[in-house]
């Protein structure tokens, strides 16, 4: 059984810093492509940042590229969401999902994505 968990959430000044965690039993990073998911209050959910399977690639959102880095490490089974220079824009409920896909490409389209953690929140003020 898959089960995705999320924690590191908080409020943070902007300009500060976040590392989201995702502990993930049931999956093994060669068969699985692991997503970071957000979504605002009255906004559609969006795709945030994605590894492949392997850690063959990974991918961004323009609107974070350069601040957020995803990585994992397959001994703690855990997938990692750093975040600096955080912006009020970036306030959001922040999913971590896995997609099961040995291809190796980075999905960032939530369609592709199997299973669901439940959220933590991420509260940037201005």
């Known amino acids: 059984e898959v089960q995705l968990v999320e924690s590191g959430g908080g409020v943070v000044q902007a300009g500060g810093s976040l590392r989201l965690s995702c502990a993930a039993t049931?999956?093994?990073?060669?068969?699985?492509?692991i997503g970071w998911f957000r979504q605002a209050p009255g906004k559609e959910r969006e795709g945030v940042s994605c590894?492949?399977?392997?850690?063959?690639?990974?991918g961004y959102a323009d609107s974070v590229k350069g601040r957020f880095t995803i990585s994992y490490d397959s001994a703690k089974s855990t997938v990692y969401l750093q975040m600096n220079n955080l912006k009020p824009e970036d306030t959001a409920i922040y999913y971590c999902?896995?997609?099961?896909?040995?291809?190796?490409?980075?999905?960032?389209?939530?369609?592709?994505?199997?299973?669901w953690g439940q959220g933590t929140q991420v509260t940037v003020s201005s």
């Open positions: 999902a896995a997609a099961f896909d040995g291809s190796g490409v980075a999905l960032m389209n939530a369609a592709w994505y199997d299973y």
């Open positions: 049931g999956v093994t990073f060669d068969d699985y492509a």
């Open positions: 590894i492949g399977s392997s850690d063959e690639s990974t």
